[in-house]
């Protein structure tokens, strides 16, 4: 059974850092692209980052604007996202997931539970 | 690429036929699909490619377009299926969620 375990979460004062992290089992996490999505309030769901399976080739939302930066430990089964001059705007519930593709077509096919990032002003 | 949907809310009965419509601001060809996300909850992946079913979704659920223009149809509408729809593309970086649907019964 797949799980993902996100960590990390915690009240902080605008501008500064967190470190979330997401533990995984049940599934290769050194073949799978794992991303980071969030829902702010107010907002929805938004795509936060991605990375490969190699940790070679990262992306990131717009609004990202060099403050976050995603990483991953295939020998620990783990996935970070390192959050700097965090924003009132940043506050909410930050997801990872497991991206797999079918015959060329992907999805975000596992979620974990989710960790609440709290910024305040 | 910017996705927008519609409507943004709907109140339905149980029995009922739901249509939900998302669209890219580009062509994302057929890179596109639909989440579900109950509160407190994991969001849940639905339908991927457009039209392919993650396996245990039921059959009511279906997904068509291409292009720009994208549908979400659930046949028979279940209490267990309120919560918020959102579709999303990865056809390119970065990807996008549309601002989502809520479902909600009368």
């Known amino acids: 059974e797949v799980q993902l375990v996100a960590s990390g979460g915690d009240l902080v004062q605008s501008g500064g850092s967190l470190r979330l992290s997401c533990a995984a089992s049940?599934?290769?996490?050194?073949?799978?692209?794992m991303n980071w999505v969030r829902q702010t309030p107010g907002k929805g769901l938004e795509w936060v980052s991605d990375i490969s399976p190699s940790g070679a080739n990262e992306h990131y939302a717009d609004f990202v604007e060099g403050r976050f930066v995603i990483s991953r430990d295939n020998f620990k089964d783990r996935l970070y996202l390192q959050m700097n001059s965090l924003r009132v705007e940043d506050t909410g519930i930050y997801y990872c997931?497991?991206?797999?593709?079918?015959?060329?077509?992907?999805?975000?096919?596992?979620w974990g539970q989710g960790t609440v990032v709290t910024v305040s002003s | 690429i910017q996705m927008t949907q519609s409507p943004s809310s709907l109140s339905a009965s149980v029995g009922d036929s739901v249509t939900i419509t998302c669209r890219a601001s580009?062509?994302?060809?057929?890179?596109l699909g639909w989440y579900r996300h109950k509160p407190g909850k994991a969001p849940q992946a639905l339908i991927y490619?457009?039209?392919n079913l993650l396996s245990g979704v039921p059959s009511r659920f279906g997904g068509s377009g291409s292009g720009t223009d994208f549908t979400l149809t659930i046949s028979s509408l279940q209490p267990e299926d309120f919560g918020t729809y959102y579709c999303?593309?990865?056809?390119?970086?970065?990807?996008?969620f549309g601002p989502g649907t809520k479902v909600d019964f009368k």
């Open positions: 580009g062509d994302i060809t057929n890179n």
């Open positions: 997931a497991k991206y797999k593709t079918y015959f060329g077509l992907s999805t975000l096919d596992s």
């Open positions: 999303l593309q990865d056809y390119e970086y970065p990807f996008t």
């Open positions: 049940g599934f290769s996490f050194r073949q799978s692209d």
């Open positions: 490619g457009t039209s």
